[in-house]
């Protein structure tokens, strides 16, 4: 389709497709037109997220749980912020799990995630990673997922509830929804018509506390949309960024050819550059898309022929095999992993853990008084 990138579509629970690949125009100020006549479908998509919030009883767990999300249909760096939360709270003295559905695998679940065993085919590629901080539970069905983890969480004392805010079947303590605030909410218009996974001022009741999710390379360029975000929203509002989780100085002056297939790759992009790399080769793929044989020997060939340093995300690596003798098996040996973290900015540290401490005794309390 003209003005897009490739997309596939993924059954949603809403009962509506939605695309893996955005469409360029979400973000864009063109094919507005293209949006305005998907609106219909946009309104009908809306009313079904919002009609599964009337018609669901939520399961209240447990254990405490924290809810991660996102607004719109992916690329805000919820996954390294969750990881933040988790190591945050394992600060605190808790034992955190995270419960996700593991999008992009084969496993329903409950299934406990074993990184040394399983493959991203069978978990996805987010659960490799997340796994690498606290035990991490694959269940489709959430309510099933938190009452396996009381049950079987070994000792277990609060549920980290990955992309969970448009989910109704589970009860949360405290909802942190992650906005990348160079990209914003886009055209503000709900799937197909646009990014939003339900229409914004429903979504904006659900949320605790909204993260920008503010890139490195940004510095106060986007003063503006939180000005316009405030307006909107009355409730607390922190800032965090995306840094590399390890030395970034092999980058410096580095000609690299950099591959991803994350929902927002451009971020990646800059990243690299912003650390020093010059990016000569760029290649995007579908979010989560698990290559081929003959994808990894273009790469290879073509970071060969030109010398380039092959760089990729923490996601693609894990969807990479571990061992082998093919191109893919190639491609994860010569490639370098930039490895990212979120950090919280200095002066909101304190809200931040005043947020979770609160969250935790006010449930604690709840369940001592049944």
Known sequence: MAGQRRMRGKNSRNGCRVPREEPVWWYGETRQITARALEPLARLY???????????????SKLPVICIGNFTAGGTGKTPFAISIAERLKAMGERPVFLTRGYGGSAKGPLWVDGQRHTARETGDEPLLLVRTAPTLIARNRRAGAAYIETHGDKASVIVMDDGLQNPSLAKDLTLVVVDAKRGLGNERVIPAGPLRAPLDFQLRLANVIVLNDSA???????????????????????????????????????????????????????????????????????????TEADARRLLAGAEASGLLLVTTEKDWA???????????????????????SAVEPQDEPKLEALLRNALAQHRAGRSGL
């Open 217 to 291: 390379t940004a510095v106060q360029r986007f003063a503006a949309f939180e000005q316009r975000l405030r307006r909107a929203y009355q409730g607390p509002i922190i800032h965090a960024s995306l840094e590399p989780a390890r030395d970034a100085e092999w980058l410096k002056g580095a000609e690299v050819s950099a591959y991803a297939g994350i929902a927002n790759p451009q971020r990646f992009f800059d990243f690299l550059q912003w650390l020093g790399a010059s990016v000569s080769a760029r290649t995007v793929f579908r979010d989560h898309q698990q290559l």
């Open 319 to 341: 969807r990479l095999p571990a061992s082998g003798t093919g191109a893919l098996a190639a491609l994860k040996a010569k490639s370098r992993v930039l490895a990212v973290r």
């Open 46 to 60: 809306g009313a079904i997220a919002v009609s599964r919030f009337t018609d669901t009883l939520p399961y209240r």
